[in-house]
């Protein structure tokens, strides 16, 4: 990762939420890198911090929340310095976000087509509105809406949760920026569609070198779609890894757990794998290892010492005890 050039680099993040209870550590001093060119895939459970690491990157914390440290470089720039006024210019245009719920994030009383258009208008002066339609049509029907003309005069409401995800998705990547953020993209999607939108972006990728970050908690994409993965626990990255080599060297308890749930085929399907227990409060985090209450392997040592994030082969790193001290999870 560190031989590539990055078109986003993030360094000691860190997105707190002040509370009248305390505070919260969403994101707790990350680092995280995408390639140019490259899809990095960023997984784990609800409640780990993958949301509000994107929105760190997009200027979009709002109060309580905030970036209490680190450095969030795109292209040398560090966004969490910019003014709003410097952040509207590149976001939207050179980064596009595909948000996780549709229905909050399309305005209810504008026709999706318009909403779709001004974003192009507003990021490219010399586009009229004809020419903007068009290009908006066209990407409609490159992510898969069926009748694009009609559909693009259609209000939000007049559409299925799939077809909203679609417009999204359209919206972020009509302006064809460098890098696109994928919050859950294809979760309200049937599998043929959401094949259809992984090939889009791997598509858009070859060939305009665009970059991705996915965040999602279907390992199934990540094994399609990503070149890198990171996998993150209570506001933490715990492993970083080259996609085949965390499938197959997996260091990590809390990864091999997600990798364990996933329903397999000749399983009995009455047995399902689970990680037991849940995503510790942020506000009383254990005092060692954060996955050491759902850890089979955890012993004392894992509940009073905090592990470092310590490399466990070429490009790969975990953050365990076991880790640490050599040995395998």
């Known amino acids: 990762m560190e031989n590539e050039q990055n078109v986003?680099?993030?360094?000691?993040?860190?997105?707190?939420?002040?509370?009248?209870k305390g505070t919260v550590p969403a994101v707790d001093g990350i680092d995280l890198d995408i390639p140019r060119g490259k899809i990095v895939g960023l997984v784990g459970e609800s409640g780990c911090g993958k949301s509000m690491t994107a929105k760190s990157i997009m200027g979009l914390l709002r109060a309580p929340g905030r970036i209490a440290g680190g450095s969030v470089l795109f292209e040398g720039r560090d966004l969490a310095r910019l003014s709003d006024r410097e952040l509207r210019r590149i976001c939207g245009r050179d980064i596009s976000m595909v948000f996780q719920e549709?229905?909050?994030?399309?305005?209810?009383?504008?026709?999706?087509?318009?909403?779709?258009?001004?974003?192009?208008?507003?990021?490219?002066?010399?586009?009229?509105?004809?020419?903007?339609?068009?290009?908006?049509?066209?990407?409609?029907?490159?992510?898969?809406?069926?009748?694009?003309?009609?559909?693009?005069?259609?209000?939000?409401?007049?559409?299925?949760?799939?077809?909203?995800?679609?417009?999204?998705?359209?919206?972020?990547?009509?302006?064809?920026?460098?890098?696109?953020?994928?919050?859950?993209?294809?979760?309200?999607?049937?599998?043929?569609?959401?094949?259809?939108?992984?090939?889009?972006?791997?598509?858009?990728?070859?060939?305009?070198g665009m970059s991705v970050l996915i965040i999602t908690h279907n390992l199934g994409v990540v094994a399609e779609l990503c070149d890198l993965v990171y996998v993150m626990y209570a506001g933490r990255i715990v492993e970083q890894a080259e996609t085949f080599d965390l499938f197959d060297h997996t260091a990590h308890p809390y990864t091999r757990g997600l990798l364990a749930s996933i329903p397999r085929i000749g399983a009995n399907p009455d047995r399902l794998h689970t990680i037991p227990g849940v995503v510790?409060?942020?506000?009383?985090?254990?005092?060692?290892?954060?996955?050491?209450?759902?850890?089979?392997?955890?012993?004392?040592a894992c509940r009073t010492a905090s592990p470092e994030l310590v490399e466990v082969g070429p490009r790969h790193k975990a953050r365990c005890l076991r880790c640490q001290k050599g040995g395998n999870a």
Not at 121 to 146: C, T, W, Y
Not at 186 to 199: C, F, H, K, S
């Open 8 to 20: 986003l680099e993030i360094r000691g993040l860190r997105s707190y939420f002040f509370t009248e």
């Open 102 to 208: 549709p229905m909050t994030s399309l305005n209810p009383v504008l026709k999706v087509g318009r909403q779709v258009r001004e974003t192009l208008l507003v990021h490219d002066r010399s586009l009229n509105k004809q020419e903007a339609r068009r290009q908006v049509i066209e990407m409609f029907a490159k992510v898969g809406i069926p009748e694009p003309e009609r559909r693009y005069d259609c209000y939000p409401h007049e559409l299925s949760g799939g077809l909203r995800q679609r417009v999204m998705i359209a919206m972020a990547m009509v302006c064809r920026p460098k890098l696109l953020i994928a919050d859950e993209p294809t979760t309200a999607l049937d599998v043929t569609i959401e094949a259809q939108i992984l090939r889009l972006m791997r598509q858009l990728r070859d060939e305009t």
């Open 280 to 300: 510790p409060n942020l506000l009383h985090l254990p005092k060692g290892c954060a996955f050491c209450n759902r850890c089979e392997l955890a012993d004392e």
